[in-house]
């Protein structure tokens, strides 16, 4: 019987560190994964906020689109580009809200901005939502070697890519937004 209390004794000393420890560390959060409730939008495809802890301002870069240039001083833009540059603008802050947003971050860009995936306080995926009304396309983002600087072989961002895809051709077979005109209208840039 003693021999018994003692192995009881022994596998609850060694059992329970281990089953609560792996409670915390299934539900803690990842490092690359952030909420952000006070930012900026600055256009369709960039939000600005001041990082607390490293104290500096940071720009994050939405993974995977390219929403058209707003007209400033040293920029050329399509005769378009313009126009639907302040409606991606104005469509991100009406989904936004200036409520919390959740940032997954993949990598930095030539910039130094944060690429991320970009959440709204609805977890609705902000990317996919402009592509989905037409004021965003499908950029900077590739499943082919061909384009290194966007390439990625990871999983979930080549499916990730795929639905990016998949939504861009329903947005383009519906005239959504933008697709209703010529690209080059839209894009100064290819």
Request: charged letters at 30%; proline letters at 2%.
């Amino acid at each position: 019987m003693k021999s018994m209390n003692k192995i009881f004794k022994l596998l609850s000393i060694v059992i329970i560190p281990l089953v609560t420890n792996s409670c915390v560390i299934s539900f803690a959060k990842k490092s690359n994964q952030l909420t952000i409730e006070n930012y900026t939008i600055i256009d369709g495809d960039t939000i600005r906020f001041f990082d607390k802890k490293n104290s500096k301002f940071n720009s994050i870069r939405i993974l995977g689109i390219d929403t058209p240039e707003t007209l400033k001083k040293y920029n050329k833009v399509a005769k378009l580009e313009n126009i639907y540059a302040n409606k991606a603008k104005d469509f991100l802050y009406s989904i936004c809200s200036k409520k919390p947003i959740h940032i997954e971050i993949h990598s930095k860009d030539k910039y130094n901005r944060l690429v991320a995936i970009v959440k709204n306080f609805r977890n609705k995926d902000v990317a996919k939502e402009l592509i989905s009304e037409g004021l965003a396309r499908v950029k900077y983002i590739s499943k082919t070697r061909n384009k290194l600087t966007y390439w990625n072989n990871k999983n979930e961002i080549m499916n990730y890519y795929d639905e990016l895809i998949a939504i861009q051709s329903i947005a383009k077979k519906s005239k959504k937004g933008f697709w209703q005109f010529n690209e080059n209208l839209v894009f100064a840039k290819k």
